[in-house]
């Protein structure tokens, strides 16, 4: 499936890999969590990037003394109106200063993108059949927010502020 960066398709270096399937000698991977702790020294031992997936009833804190071992983190939205992976994501860069890459998998809705990126998402990966202009659009869509994000403006009550002259610049 595609991978979107700023709404745009990208190369994925990523390998997805089942429970059951072999791990390769080369390249990018990505594991359950549940082979990640199982097989963590041979997954640590690669001289490639690994990655743990995430399902949407897994927490960021099951993960958060191998953050620096990981490249990225794979959160999953089973269902569109599940955002539990939101909040996964935002404790991800908030409270564990996360640098890597995290994406979202699984049933994402364009509507969703911008406030995906708002959190701390990197990537998002979509059907090939879903992917088209909606996504970069949906990043432009709003311009102005009530809540702060992570690394970007200020939400609009502080801005507010900037204007009364009550918050020093």
């Known amino acids: ?7 745009l398709p990208i190369d994925d270096r990523w390998t997805d890999l089942a429970d059951d399937q072999d791990i390769p000698a080369e390249g990018a991977i990505i594991v359950s969590l549940e082979r990640w702790r199982t097989e963590r020294d ?13 399902k949407s009833n897994q927490l960021a804190t099951e993960i958060a003394d191998d953050l620096g071992s990981l490249s990225l983190v794979a959160l999953e939205f089973p269902k569109f109106r599940d955002g539990r992976a939101f909040s996964a994501a935002r404790e991800l860069r908030e409270r564990f200063d996360y640098k890597g890459e995290i994406r979202a998998f699984g049933h994402i809705i364009p509507d969703q ?3 995906l990126t708002r959190v701390g998402v990197d990537t998002v990966v979509v059907p090939a059949d879903r992917v088209g202009p909606a996504w970069a659009h949906a990043l432009k869509e709003i311009s102005v927010a009530f809540q702060p994000a992570l690394g970007r403006e200020e939400g609009v009550s502080l ?8 918050v020093p610049a």
Do not use: N, Q
């Open 113 to 115: 993108y911008l406030f």
């Open 42 to 54: 041979a997954l640590t031992a690669r001289r490639d990037a690994v990655g743990v997936r995430l």
């Open 159 to 166: 801005l507010r502020r900037h204007l009364k002259g009550t």
């Open 1 to 7: 499936m595609p991978v979107l960066d700023r709404g």
